[in-house]
């Protein structure tokens, strides 16, 4: 538990969450351009275009990081943030690879559509929760251990 792999650890966390903007930022037209290319209803594409929030919570998840990587954040909260993210990460291949093995499925043996319906929607809705989980709980690591701390020496009186 030193201070090299506290820092490692933000370091890797910082390197998360770059992938993770990076990918939810560009998900949703990926996404969209989807639809259109295989078709799809409009209400699926306005589905895909609700995905357009996500960047906006890593974003925020991102700049509450930022403030507590100056103050002394437990250990435990960093893996909780490495391994959210992470998790985060892997909620966006389940329905990339559902878009490319069902259009392959279409000219290909019915056995290549192993990935069904059920993953997409789980993956999907994984996605959001993540960002929201992410973005909660730093902030409320933000207010129960960052504030306190700060105006814990303080006369306010």
Known sequence: MGTDSVKEL???IEKRFEVVLTISIFFPVLMTAYFDIVGGLNKTNNTAFS???LPGYY????VFFQFLKKQQTSKLALYVFDWSLLLGIACFAIPTLFAVISNIGVKMAPTTLWLGTWEFIVSMFGMS???FFIFYFAATCIIFCAIPKKWANKKVF
Do not use: G
């Open 59 to 62: 974003i925020l998840s991102y």
């Open 10 to 12: 933000i370091v890797e």
């Open 129 to 131: 929760c993540i960002a």
């Open 51 to 53: 995905f357009f929030a």
